[in-house]
């Protein structure tokens, strides 16, 4: 294990009570074991000296895809890990869109013993469905068992209202939770953007706010009679909001993500028709992306994901319409993000999914475990090819304005800085 001293750190960390004072902290053995204003170096420790150097609680992405096993071209689970820590994610929760699907519980194991002794720590999610193909379900107990954290089908809608009902009712026997991409597949047709005016200027067929609107209508009625648990990932527009927010007043246990990228862009870039920009759910418009920050900073949202989704140039680099959706954003999401939240809220928002999906992030605290993101503020920058560490370079933010750098982590006993 590797022995550290962080030298002036300012620590964000509302539950520590240390929160906002800079301060060294010393770390031995994976253990936060000394948090003072002046620690002397010691032999055998390396020591992180980084100018406005800031640390919080771990984070956690909530939505990566990596593709192994089956497109390692796209990305590996080890260089994607790696890419994780660089980004300041001390854990990422693995999309089953893999070939084969992650969708029994050899798959699991699988991914798991691929991610052992990383500094990153994955959490597989298991396919809803067998296969993804929305048809019956998966081995959802034996995947529990083996390590799966939640289950669902990555950018697919279960169409079947009847399988979601049964799929809620069966995992509150082992307190699992679901989460549940909400697009109505009638409504969308062949869209590839979202459906308003920039769409008719550019000719391009629209995906109407209703499509996602009316499955999660669908799927917060079906919570609300069965009772459990449901996760809907990266909402993106207003009638979401709304839904939402009135489901969680009914108390229905719901939650919510968006997407760095529905956050920070509008619609207005696909005017190159550049397919970097082409993602699930559209970029929607100016008033919608300031619709989604005010239902961050209210807490509507529950937590931010970069959905980062690495593909390759040969399903990326064409014609808008035949170009497959997605955009990486491990890399840039917290430079991102600084643009246009609260440092506070960031650090909230990026920590949240692991009280969501039950997984402990230790206070910075003495005697607690280092579980660890590390970052600046003040930096301003902007997004290049040098700065992409995975092995595809979809990236929708590149030459985008940046505020504030991921620096690196500590967890696992292990030190990543990204130099």
Same mark, same amino acid.
């Given at each position: 294990?590797?022995?550290?001293?962080?030298?002036?750190?300012?620590?964000?960390?509302?539950?520590?009570?240390?929160?906002?004072?800079?301060?060294?902290?010393?770390?031995?053995?994976?253990?936060?074991?000394?948090?003072?204003?002046?620690?002397?170096?010691?032999?055998?420790?390396?020591? *992180?000296? *980084?100018?406005?150097?800031?640390?919080?609680?771990?984070?956690?992405?909530?939505?990566?895809?990596?593709?192994?096993?089956?497109?390692?071209?796209?990305?590996?689970?080890?260089?994607?890990?790696?890419?994780?820590?660089?980004?300041?994610?001390?854990?990422?929760?693995?999309?089953?869109?893999?070939?084969?699907?992650?969708?029994?519980?050899?798959?699991?194991?699988?991914?798991?013993? =691929?991610?052992?002794?990383?500094? /990153?720590?994955?959490?597989?999610?298991?396919?809803? /469905?067998?296969?993804?193909?929305?048809?019956?379900?998966?081995?959802?107990?034996?995947?529990?068992?083996?390590?799966?954290?939640?289950?669902?089908?990555?950018?697919?809608?279960?169409?079947?209202?009847?399988?979601?009902?049964?799929?809620?009712?069966?995992?509150?026997?082992?307190?699992?939770?679901?989460?549940?991409?909400?697009?109505?597949?009638?409504?969308?047709?062949?869209?590839?953007?979202?459906?308003?005016?920039?769409?008719?200027?550019?000719?391009?067929?629209?995906?109407?706010?209703?499509?996602?609107?009316?499955?999660?209508? =669908?799927?917060?009625?079906?919570?609300?009679?069965?009772?459990?648990?449901?996760?809907?990932p990266t909402i993106s527009t207003q009638g979401s909001i709304k839904l939402i927010k009135a489901a969680k007043a009914k108390g229905?246990?719901?939650?919510?993500?968006?997407?760095?990228?529905? !956050? *920070?862009?509008?619609?207005?870039?696909?005017?190159?028709?550049?397919?970097?920009?082409?993602?699930?759910?559209?970029? =929607?418009?100016?008033?919608?992306?300031?619709?989604?920050?005010?239902?961050?900073?209210?807490?509507?949202?529950?937590?931010?994901?970069?959905?980062?989704?690495?593909?390759?140039?040969?399903?990326?680099?064409?014609?808008?319409?035949?170009?497959?959706?997605?955009?990486?954003? !491990?890399?840039?999401?917290?430079?991102?993000?600084?643009? *246009?939240?609260?440092?506070?809220?960031?650090?909230?928002?990026?920590?949240?999914?692991?009280?969501?999906?039950?997984?402990?992030?230790?206070?910075?605290?003495?005697?607690?475990?280092?579980?660890?993101?590390?970052?600046?503020?003040?930096?301003?920058?902007?997004?290049?090819?040098?700065?992409?560490?995975?092995?595809?370079?979809?990236?929708?933010? !590149?030459?985008?304005?940046?505020?504030?750098?991921?620096?690196?982590?500590?967890?696992?006993?292990? !030190?990543?800085?990204?130099?």
């Amino acid at each position: 294990m590797t022995q550290v001293i962080l030298k002036q750190a300012k620590i964000i960390d509302a539950s520590s009570p240390f929160h906002n004072q800079v301060m060294d902290i010393k770390i031995e053995n994976g253990t936060i074991t000394q948090i003072e204003k002046e620690i002397t170096t010691t032999s055998g420790f390396e020591v *992180v000296n *980084v100018p406005n150097l800031h640390v919080s609680q771990g984070w956690m992405d909530s939505s990566v895809s990596f593709g192994e096993p089956g497109y390692e071209d796209r990305e590996t689970i080890e260089n994607g890990l790696k890419v994780a820590a660089k980004s300041g994610f001390t854990a990422v929760m693995l999309q089953p869109n893999s070939n084969p699907t992650i969708d029994n519980q050899a798959q699991v194991r699988f991914v798991l013993d =691929r991610a052992k002794n990383q500094a /990153t720590t994955l959490y597989p999610i298991g396919a809803l /469905t067998k296969g993804s193909e929305g048809t019956d379900l998966a081995e959802l107990y034996d995947m529990k068992n083996a390590g799966a954290i939640a289950f669902g089908d990555y950018k697919k809608a279960l169409q079947n209202a009847n399988l979601q009902k049964i799929a809620l009712q069966y995992v509150q026997d082992f307190d699992g939770l679901i989460i549940t991409f909400c697009q109505d597949s009638t409504l969308k047709g062949i869209g590839i953007a979202n459906e308003g005016v920039i769409s008719t200027k550019l000719g391009m067929k629209g995906i109407p706010a209703l499509a996602e609107e009316l499955q999660v209508a =669908r799927n917060l009625f079906l919570l609300e009679y069965t009772g459990g648990k449901l996760h809907i990932p990266t909402i993106s527009t207003q009638g979401s909001i709304k839904l939402i927010k009135a489901a969680k007043a009914k108390g229905l246990h719901i939650t919510c993500s968006v997407a760095v990228h529905n !956050l *920070v862009l509008n619609e207005e870039v696909l005017m190159g028709f550049d397919s970097r920009y082409k993602v699930l759910p559209p970029l =929607r418009d100016e008033a919608t992306r300031k619709a989604l920050i005010d239902a961050v900073l209210d807490g509507t949202i529950d937590c931010i994901t970069s959905d980062h989704n690495p593909l390759d140039i040969e399903l990326k680099k064409l014609e808008f319409d035949l170009a497959k959706d997605g955009t990486i954003g !491990l890399e840039s999401a917290f430079g991102a993000l600084s643009t *246009v939240l609260p440092l506070e809220v960031i650090i909230n928002k990026l920590t949240a999914s692991k009280l969501i999906f039950k997984i402990n992030n230790p206070t910075i605290a003495i005697g607690n475990k280092a579980d660890i993101s590390l970052f600046t503020t003040e930096d301003n920058w902007t997004f290049g090819k040098e700065n992409i560490l995975s092995k595809s370079k979809n990236s929708a933010f !590149l030459a985008q304005k940046m505020k504030g750098k991921a620096i690196g982590i500590y967890n696992n006993g292990q !030190l990543i800085i990204n130099n």
